[in-house]
């Protein structure tokens, strides 16, 4: 039987609760479902020494502060879904965990959201999944020869999986520069670090606080008429959290240039140069997952889907949650969702 609502709000991570708050604080009727059996979103697949870029403080969702770790000024991901887990307690919020939604269509004046657990008919749909299931791997040359061991960062946990092993990690980006500098100091992992570019460290006194003040700035200057300030993007491609520093000034973290390919048994440099390897951990980032809303016919771009705001411009029906700076400066982050997720509720209240 088809279910009824005003709002289906797709994936229950720190994306789909911020909307949820603030679809509740309109009583707006709706309901979360998330494709995940447990609460947390994608910080329950973190790597084991992963750390946020701010202080608990500055990595809060809307209505609920982050509490603070003990011993940690930057806590880690465990913590954070601790806090996902009581936050979505705390406000009651109608999420329904191992529910993965398949499409959303056109059903008249309503918007159709098929999911394995059901169907609901809604006045709109907010699609919040992140991006974390779509690890994106380059189209590098020999990549199906090569016989060691390939895997994403979405993989990667401990060094310890990796003792007395000769690793590879690709990507000159955060989780690129932390993974290395994880392995790194570890000691026991024989570590090359590759990067198309050489890496752009941010100032070691830059963390998620200052980040955010910047992508804030931008969002200003943008909505205002102004230059683009260039945002983050502007300062560099790394935040130099304690372990990435920590490896950089050992002299642990010196990057290579990106090989030209890969050979049976390691990679080879257009010098023709090679080097051998056991892993290769692709930190090469991620696309949008949407192949949900695929039946909407919507896609722009790189994948993206043309937006104003959060709502989608070819079906305004639509809002988009949490992807990066195309669905609202700095939505991809715990403190900044908040505000994108708020003007998404007001719009749909506007709905007529």
């Known amino acids: 039987m088809t279910q009824q609502t005003d709002v289906v709000v797709v994936g229950g991570g720190q994306a789909g609760l911020a909307a949820g708050y603030h679809l509740r604080r309109r009583n707006l009727g709706h309901v979360i479902l998330d494709a995940d059996p447990a609460p947390g979103g994608a910080w329950q697949h973190m790597w ?20 603070i770790q003990a011993g940690e000024t930057y806590p880690d991901a465990g913590h954070v879904v601790d806090y996902l887990t009581d936050y979505e307690k705390r406000y009651d919020l109608p999420v329904q965990h191992g529910s993965r939604v398949d499409a959303v269509r056109r059903d008249g004046d309503r918007l159709l959201v098929e999911a394995d ?23 590098v040359p020999g990549r199906s020869t090569f016989t060691g061991r390939q895997l994403h960062a979405v993989g990667y946990r401990s060094p310890a999986d990796f003792v007395g092993r000769r690793v590879i990690v690709v990507g000159g980006g955060n989780s690129g520069a932390q993974i290395a500098a994880d392995l790194a100091l570890d000691g026991r992992v024989e ?45 560099g491609d790394i935040v130099a959290v304690p372990p990435v520093r920590a490896a950089r000034d050992a002299g642990l973290l010196t990057a290579e240039p990106m090989f030209a390919r890969l050979t049976a048994t390691g990679v080879r440099w257009a010098d023709g140069s090679r080097s051998d390897a056991d892993a290769i951990i692709w930190s090469t980032g991620f696309r949008p997952a949407l192949p949900h809303l695929a039946p909407l016919n919507l896609r722009g771009p790189r994948g993206h889907i043309p937006t104003d705001g959060t709502r989608a411009l070819g079906e305004p029906r639509l809002h988009l949650l949490g992807y990066g700076d195309w669905t609202g400066p700095a939505s991809a982050t715990l403190i900044g969702v908040g505000r994108p997720a708020r003007y998404a509720a007001r719009a749909i209240t506007q709905l007529s």
């Open 48 to 67: 084991d020494s992963l750390h946020l870029f701010s202080p608990a403080e500055h990595s809060s969702l809307p209505g609920r502060l982050m509490p």
């Open 117 to 139: 657990s059901g169907t609901w008919r809604a006045r709109a749909v907010i699609s919040a999944t992140g991006t974390w299931s779509r690890p994106f791997l380059p189209a």
């Open 191 to 235: 570590v090359t670090w590759v990067t198309q570019r050489p890496p752009r460290f941010l100032p070691d006194d830059i963390d998620g606080r200052a980040l955010f003040d910047v992508a804030t700035t931008r969002r200003r200057a943008l909505e205002e008429g102004r230059s683009d300030t260039g945002g983050v993007a502007s300062l």
